[in-house]
């Protein structure tokens, strides 16, 4: 079995910042690419980065210049360091991972969400 486990979202004030983290356990053979992705009230979940295998990256707009993402393969964790938050960054953050267990071949995973809420 395998899951993702994501942590450190809250409430901050516009202009703040925060540290998401989301490993990955379980009988895992190999992860490829890792991503963040987040869903605001009333909306679509849209992609905010993406981080492959080898640290490349990849971000949406509204990500670029103030979110980074990066991973610990070792750890099997992929992070996303946010600053410069605004109140349209609210939302539910997830955390989606492509990997391949030792009973199951390649398929999508997603945590359970973790909440950010950017406000005064």
């Known amino acids: 079995q395998v899951q993702l486990v994501e942590s450190g979202g809250g409430l901050v004030q516009p202009g703040g910042s925060l540290r998401l983290s989301c490993t990955a356990s379980g009988s895992i053979f190999s992860i490829n690419d890792m991503a963040w992705y987040r869903q605001a009230p009333g909306k679509e979940r849209e992609l905010v980065a993406t981080v492959t295998n080898d640290g490349r990256t990849n971000y949406a707009d509204s990500a670029k210049g103030r979110f980074t993402a990066s991973r610990d393969n070792a750890k099997n964790t992929v992070y996303l360091q946010m600053n410069s938050l605004k109140p349209e960054d609210t939302a539910v953050y997830y955390c989606?991972?492509?990997?391949?267990?030792?009973?199951?071949?390649?398929?999508?995973?997603w945590g359970q969400g973790t909440q950010v809420i950017v406000s005064s």
């Open positions: 989606y991972a492509a990997i391949r267990s030792y009973s199951s071949p390649w398929r999508a995973y």
